[in-house]
């Protein structure tokens, strides 16, 4: 009984020790010595690639939130009255790792877990799209210690509790870009993984890229603490920049939203928001109730700039109707789905290249699926085009085989270094998605107990 009773003031203590919001800086354009790279110049001012309905997207993830918890939480309402809200968005799987992967891969490759992966280099994201147009893009990625630094994750100083021990605020699992090799082994494309003291060098040049994806640290984004601390991050962070025309001009698409949900026994969708000039007057303050994927980012972006495919999840309709304001200005027709048709909550039970008891191999794209930009699909070199998910084999248990899948573990060559910085040791901080999924095991553990009583 004891222990029971302890058990029962776990949640309380855990939820009362989320941290107050520090801001890790005076401002976002303000350089901060809290992020352990600095700051060696902003990137070169790229020739701008015009869009047929935006100029410049910028996508900000956020951690594991149901949608009806940010929808009832004041900072996104206030921000949906400045642009669209979306209330049928959904993730594709749990839990973080393989939604990132999907957002710019347009796949999670079988993925169910948060490991350390890199994607074999016949594999192509939207990188190979913007780059055979020559639209620039970047990843900025808060904590990171150096740009393009591969590690699976890195501890720093503890700027949230002074007193504690260093801190893992950066984690390569929220980094999706670098998780393939078709990205990091390119050292022009490896640059392009920037911290927040880069960021703001490059704001402050006016030099953002047309593509960039924005991860704030571990906690900032939720993950470690809760909305609210994400929300007054959104505060600091987001309000501000809206103002400064060097981040928000009228060609500018901001989509706000969560890598996946926080109950994985519901269907996993989550509130994401259009913000930022380029969303029309007309539709500010207004809800979109058509039926999104993370996979919709990547039919948007390849709808608006009249890019290539990949041949994955972006080409499926299915799963990636383009944002709709996007979709009218690019004549491109969405599907008329509902979110509860589709789930999306499934976790390692879908075969790939990515899971270890259902592995099949890397197959070829479908080359000959027409995405919403029109262009033809990305073939990189190396690709087998004739190994297709149709004759690929039937998945086997490398598990059983005590094999794990040849693409966990560090790229060869890879720039990781071991993962402590200033400080090191046990985090000071406390992880609420323990504390939330330990009351859920408790409350099942009291439920069987007075079931057994009654
Ligand atoms: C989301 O929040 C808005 C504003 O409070 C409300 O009008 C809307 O009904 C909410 N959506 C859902 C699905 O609960
Ligand atoms: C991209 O830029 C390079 C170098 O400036 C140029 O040679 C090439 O034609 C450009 N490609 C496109 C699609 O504009
Ligand atoms: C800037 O360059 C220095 C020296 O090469 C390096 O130690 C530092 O990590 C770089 N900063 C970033 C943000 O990459
Ligand atoms: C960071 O990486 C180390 C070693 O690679 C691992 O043991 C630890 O669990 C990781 N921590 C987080 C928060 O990802
Ligand atoms: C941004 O500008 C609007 C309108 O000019 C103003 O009401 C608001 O206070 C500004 N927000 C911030 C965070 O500066
Ligand atoms: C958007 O801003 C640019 C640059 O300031 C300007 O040339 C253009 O006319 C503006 N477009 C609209 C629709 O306001
Ligand atoms: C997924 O969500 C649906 C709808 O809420 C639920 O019935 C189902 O049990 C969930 N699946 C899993 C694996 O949790
Ligand atoms: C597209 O996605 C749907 C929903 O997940 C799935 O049922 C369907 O098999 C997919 N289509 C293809 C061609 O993969
Ligand atoms: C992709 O590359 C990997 C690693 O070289 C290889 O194992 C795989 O067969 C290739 N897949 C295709 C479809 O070409
Ligand atoms: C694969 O094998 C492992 C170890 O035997 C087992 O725990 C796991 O359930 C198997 N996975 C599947 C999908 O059969
Ligand atoms: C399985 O792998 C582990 C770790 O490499 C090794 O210690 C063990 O002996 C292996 N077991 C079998 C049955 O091959
Ligand atoms: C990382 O640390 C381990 C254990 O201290 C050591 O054996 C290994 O060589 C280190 N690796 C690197 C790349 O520094």
Same mark, same amino acid.
């Given at each position: ?26 401002? %976002? ?9 600095? *700051? ?15 100029? $410049? ?32 968005? =959904?993730?594709?799987?749990? %839990? ?8 710019? @891969? @347009?796949? !999670? ?36 210690? !150096? ?18 021990? @260093?801190?893992?605020?950066? #984690? $390569? ?18 640059? /392009?993984? /920037? ?31 809760? #909305? ?40 996993? =969708? ?5 913000? &930022? ?73 879908? %075969?790939?290249?990515? *899971? %270890? ?29 004739? !190994? ?22 560090? $790229? ?12 090191? &040791? ?8 323990? @504390? ?5 095991? !408790? ?12």
């Amino acid at each position: 009984m004891y222990a029971l009773a302890s058990l029962v003031l776990l949640p309380v203590v855990l939820a009362a020790q989320v941290p107050q919001f520090v801001p890790p800086s005076e401002g %976002p354009l303000v350089a901060s010595s809290i992020y352990p790279g600095f *700051n060696n110049g902003s990137l070169p001012k790229a020739e701008q690639v015009s869009g047929k309905a935006f100029q $410049r997207i910028i996508h900000i993830w956020l951690e594991n939130t149901d949608f009806l918890s940010a929808n009832s939480t004041a900072a996104f309402n206030t921000l949906a009255t400045q642009g669209i809200r979306l209330d049928q968005y =959904c993730a594709l799987t749990h %839990p973080s790792e393989p939604n990132y992967v999907a957002s710019v @891969g @347009g796949d !999670f490759f079988g993925m169910g877990d948060d490991n350390l992966y890199n994607i074999p280099a016949n594999i192509s994201t939207v990188v190979d799209l913007l780059e055979a147009k020559n639209i620039s893009w970047a990843s900025y990625q808060e904590n990171i210690p !150096f740009d393009g630094y591969e590690g699976y994750n890195y501890t720093s100083k503890n700027y949230v509790n002074t007193s504690a021990p @260093g801190y893992v605020y950066y #984690v $390569r699992k929220h980094n999706p870009t670098i998780i393939y090799d078709s990205v990091a082994s390119v050292p022009s494309r490896l640059a /392009r993984h /920037r911290n927040f003291n880069d960021f703001a060098a490059d704001v402050n040049a006016s030099a953002l890229p047309q593509w960039m994806f924005v991860t704030p640290n571990m906690v900032d984004d939720g993950h470690d603490t809760s #909305v609210d601390y994400a929300a007054s991050w959104l505060q600091y962070w987001l309000f501000p920049l809206l103002n400064d025309t060097n981040f928000n001009d009228n060609g500018t698409l901001i989509v706000l939203t969560f890598d996946e949900n926080e109950s994985y026994t519901e269907n996993n =969708c989550v509130l994401a928001l259009l913000l &930022g000039g380029a969303v029309p007057s007309r539709a500010r303050g207004t809800t979109d109730s058509t039926y999104y994927t993370h996979y919709s980012l990547l039919s948007t972006v390849e709808a608006n700039w009249g890019l290539g495919s990949l041949g994955r999840g972006d080409t499926n309709k299915t799963l990636s109707n383009v944002f709709s304001f996007v979709a009218a200005a690019t004549g491109y027709k969405n599907l008329n789905i509902s979110s509860s048709e589709v789930l999306t909550n499934a976790t390692g039970t879908i %075969p790939g290249p990515l *899971n %270890p008891g259902l592995y099949v191999p890397f197959t070829a794209p479908n080359t000959s699926a027409v995405g919403a930009g029109g262009g033809s699909v990305f073939v990189a070199s190396g690709m087998n085009t004739s !190994f297709t998910a149709a004759v690929a084999p039937s998945p086997v248990n490398l598990t059983q085989q005590n094999k794990t899948v040849p693409w966990s573990g560090p $790229r060869n060559g890879s720039n990781a270094v071991n993962s402590t910085g200033s400080g090191s &040791g046990k985090s000071g901080a406390v992880d609420m998605r323990e @504390g939330i999924v330990g009351a859920a095991i !408790f409350g099942t553990i009291l439920a069987g107990v007075v079931a057994l009583l009654v």
